[in-house]
C-alpha cells in the first residue's frame, strides 16, 4: 500500500539555522511526491512538489529532491525565519489515483 | 474570492444530531476531495469526486457518512447520528483534474460533538 512517514516534531530552531525535515515513503507504483505547509489558523498551502526520480522541487528557499533510490523526500532549507514556523505535511499520489496520502506533520518552531 | 471556502468555519452539535459542511470548489476545477485531520495527525482521505460523479468513497468511515455534489460545484458532506469519535477538522481541496495535479484546500471546518 500507498503511506508516508515524517519525522515527528516539534523541531525547534534559531533563526538562519539549516533544517531538514525527513520523509520516506512506500508505494505501489510511481509516485508524486508533495509537501504543504500549514501555518497558524490557515489551510494546507502547496509548497513545492517533484514529479519523478532526481526531481528537485523548489520554492521560498525550500528544497526537496525525489530519491527513489532510498524512497525519500526530505525537506530542506539553508537558513529559516520565524515566519517559517507552521506544520509541513508530505504526501504523496500516484498518477493512476487521485487520492493523497499525507504524513502526520511536523511542526516547527523557529525562534528569534 | 479565488480559493476553495468551506462553511461553516466552526460547528458544535449534540451527539445523535445530523451536520452538514458545505464547500466551495474553486470555479473550472473538475476533482474535488474531502479529508477528515484529526487533532496532531495528517489529513485522511473520505471521498473524491469528479464533476458530479463519485469515483470514490473507500475512506468515509461508515454509512453515517454520505457526501454529494449534484451539480460539479458545491459538495456537502453530510453525517447522520454523530458520534464523539467524529470530531475532528473536514477538508475540502479541489484540483484541475485529479491525478497528481496539486489540490488546493480550503481553511476547514472544525467540527465538535459534545
Known amino acids: 500500500g500507498n503511506s508516508v512517514t515524517q519525522m515527528e516534531g516539534p523541531v525547534t530552531l534559531s533563526e538562519e539555522a539549516f533544517l531538514t525535515i525527513n520523509c520516506t515513503y512506500t508505494a505501489t507504483g510511481y509516485p508524486s511526491l508533495f509537501w504543504y505547509v500549514q501555518y497558524p489558523g490557515e489551510g494546507l498551502q502547496l509548497l513545492l512538489k517533484?514529479?519523478?526520480?532526481?526531481d528537485k522541487g523548489s520554492n521560498k528557499g525550500f528544497e526537496a529532491t525525489y530519491r527513489k533510490e532510498t524512497t525519500s523526500f526530505h525537506l530542506e532549507k539553508g537558513s529559516v525565519q520565524v515566519s517559517d514556523s507552521a506544520v509541513y505535511f508530505c504526501a504523496l499520489t500516484e498518477s493512476n489515483f487521485n487520492k493523497f496520502y499525507f504524513g502526520s506533520g511536523t511542526k516547527l518552531n523557529v525562534k528569534p | 474570492g479565488a480559493g476553495v471556502s468551506q462553511s461553516p468555519r466552526y460547528k458544535v452539535a449534540k451527539r445523535g444530531q445530523d451536520v452538514a459542511l458545505r464547500c466551495d470548489p474553486i470555479?473550472?476545477?473538475?476533482?474535488l476531495f474531502w479529508y477528515q485531520q484529526a487533532l496532531g495527525q495528517g489529513p485522511e482521505f473520505l471521498t473524491y469526486f469528479q464533476n458530479e460523479a463519485q469515483l470514490d468513497k473507500s475512506g468515509l468511515p461508515s454509512d453515517r457518512f454520505f457526501a454529494e455534489r449534484p451539480e460539479g460545484s458545491v459538495s456537502t458532506l453530510k453525517i447522520q447520528r454523530t458520534q464523539q469519535e467524529d470530531s475532528a477538522v473536514y477538508l475540502c481541496?479541489?484540483?484541475?483534474?485529479?491525478?497528481?495535479?496539486?489540490?488546493?484546500f480550503g481553511d476547514g471546518t472544525r467540527l465538535s460533538i459534545l
Open positions: 470555479s473550472g476545477h473538475v476533482s
Open positions: 517533484a514529479t519523478k526520480a532526481d
Open positions: 481541496a479541489s484540483s484541475l483534474q485529479g491525478g497528481n495535479q496539486p489540490q488546493h
